[in-house]
C-alpha cells in the first residue's frame, strides 16, 4: 500500500478506507453518504446488524475513527469493518491503519459463506487496551493484539459511509447502471469497556435520526466517485439507509428489506426463524456454562443478555435454554434467538448461530420491563447448560 500527501484537505490510502474534513472539489457525478457520532470513546465493543449492498466498485463500511487523523498534526488511528460488494458481496475486509510508529497497515481479506447483500448479518467490534478482534454473526474472525494494536489507543467516532473506489484492483470496476443502490443498518449497540469487560452504554434502533448523537458528512476524498451529502442519508421504517445515486437524484423512497431477527414482541410470539435442533441430546457434563448478565437497567425497565460459552472439546450443534422471573419482571423485546413461552421463556438459536464451536461463545440479547427496583438475575436452565 502507498500512503499519499497526507494534507488538511484529502487524502487515499490506495484501497482503504480515509475522509477529509475541508475539501473543495468540482462536484462529482455521483452521491452517497457518511453518518457519524459527534462524541468518541475511548476503547469498547460496537455491534451492528447491517444488510450490505451488492456491486462491483462499492464498499458498505463501518469504522472508528480518530478525529483530524488526516491532518498533519495529527497521527493517523483507524479501525475498519468493510464489506465489498463485489463477486456477489460475500467478502469483507479487516484493516488497522495508525501512523504513531511509521505508516501502517493491516488489511486482512475475509469470505463469507452467505452473501452480505442477501440478508442482514451481525457485525461485532472489540476493543481493548491488550487487543482488537472482529466478528460475524457470532464468530471471531480476527483478533490482533500488541504491536500496531497498540497504536490504537485515542478516543474514536463511530462512522458507517458507503461508497464507490476507483480502485478498481482492490474493488473492481464501478458500473453506475446499477444505482440506485442502497446500504441498510438495523441497529447498533455500544458497550463501553469497564476495564474487565463491556457494559451496553447506549442502543439506537434508527427509529428516527437522532442528531445529538449523529452528523451527516459533506465532503468526498481522492480515489473515490462519490461525494457524500445529507441527502443520501436517510432513515426510514426503523433503519438507516445510505445510498448511491447519481447527481441530482439524491435521496431514497424505495421499500427497505426487513430484518428476519427483529426484536419480537413475546406477547404475541412470532418465529424469525427456526430453530435447528441438534440431531442428539447434548450432555450437560460436556461444559457449557450459561449466564446471565444486566447489561443495564433505569427505573422501570433493563437489558440483560444470555452467554453459552462451550468449554467442551467438541462443538454444540442446535441450543436452548430456559428462564423464569420471581418479581413479575417481563421481556418484551429479544433479538438474535427465537423465543416462546412467557415465564418461563425459552430461547432457541436461529439457522447463523445454532452452532457453538469448541471455546467459542454465543450470546442473544433482550430488553423488558423490571418487577422490582434492582433487576432480577434467574438462573439460567437448559439441556446445554452445566
Known amino acids: 500500500m502507498n500512503k499519499l500527501m497526507k494534507t488538511g484537505l484529502t487524502c487515499l490510502v490506495s484501497g482503504l478506507l480515509s475522509i477529509t474534513s475541508l475539501p473543495t472539489f468540482a462536484a462529482k457525478d455521483y452521491s452517497s453518504a457518511e453518518i457519524y457520532t459527534t462524541d468518541t470513546w475511548l476503547y469498547g465493543k460496537y455491534v451492528f446488524r447491517m444488510q450490505a449492498a451488492e456491486g462491483s466498485g462499492i464498499l458498505s463500511n463501518f469504522f472508528l475513527w480518530k478525529p483530524e487523523s488526516e491532518t498533519s498534526a495529527v497521527e493517523w488511528e483507524e479501525v475498519d469493518f468493510e464489506v465489498f460488494g ?89 458500473d453506475d447502471s446499477i444505482l440506485p443502490v ?57 433503519y438507516l439507509v445510505l445510498s448511491i445515486t447519481k447527481k441530482d437524484q439524491e435521496g431514497f423512497s424505495g421499500t427497505v428489506p426487513i430484518d428476519s431477527e427483529e426484536p419480537i414482541d413475546t406477547e404475541e410470539p412470532i418465529d424469525t426463524g427456526e430453530p435447528i435442533d441438534a440431531e442428539e441430546p447434548v450432555d450437560p457434563s460436556t461444559g457449557v456454562s450459561c449466564t446471565y448478565t444486566v447489561t443495564n437497567q433505569w427505573n422501570t425497565g433493563f437489558i440483560a ?42 430461547a432457541s438459536n436461529l439457522s447463523w448461530n445454532s452452532t457453538i464451536a469448541a471455546g467459542q461463545s454465543i450470546s442473544f440479547g433482550f430488553g423488558g420491563d423490571k418487577g422490582s427496583s434492582e433487576a432480577e438475575v434467574p438462573t439460567v436452565t437448559g439441556d446445554i447448560c452445566n
Not at 91 to 96: A, E, F, G, H
Not at 311 to 319: A, F, K, Q, T, V
Open 86 to 174: 463485489k463477486n456477489g458481496a460475500n467478502s469483507w475486509q479487516s484493516n488497522l491503519i495508525t501512523e504513531g510508529d511509521g505508516w501502517q497497515t493491516s488489511e486482512q481479506v475475509h469470505t463469507n459463506t452467505a452473501s452480505f447483500a442477501d440478508a442482514y448479518h451481525t457485525f461485532s467490534l472489540e476493543w481493548t487496551p491488550t487487543y482488537i478482534s472482529w466478528s460475524v454473526d457470532g464468530v471471531e474472525v480476527r483478533r490482533t493484539s500488541g504491536g500496531q494494536a497498540d497504536l490504537i489507543k485515542s478516543a474514536a467516532s463511530l462512522r458507517f459511509n458507503f461508497w464507490a473506489s476507483t480502485s478498481t484492483g482492490w474493488v473492481g470496476d464501478f
Open 305 to 346: 443478555e444470555i452467554v453459552m460459552t462451550n468449554n467442551s472439546d467438541d462443538p454444540i450443534n442446535g441450543w436452548s435454554v430456559n428462564w423464569q422471573y420471581n418479581d413479575g419482571s417481563t421481556v418484551t423485546q429479544l433479538w438474535n434467538a427465537v423465543t416462546s413461552g412467557t415465564n418461563p421463556y425459552t
Open 182 to 238: 442502497h446500504m441498510y443498518v438495523n441497529w447498533l449497540e455500544y458497550y463501553s469497556w469497564n476495564g474487565e469487560g463491556f457494559d451496553l452504554s447506549w442502543r439506537d434502533d434508527f427509529d428516527d435520526f437522532d442528531s445529538n448523537r449523529w452528523s451527516e458528512a459533506a465532503w468526498t476524498f481522492d480515489g473515490n466517485y462519490v461525494d457524500f451529502v445529507p441527502e443520501n442519508s436517510n432513515v426510514s421504517n426503523g
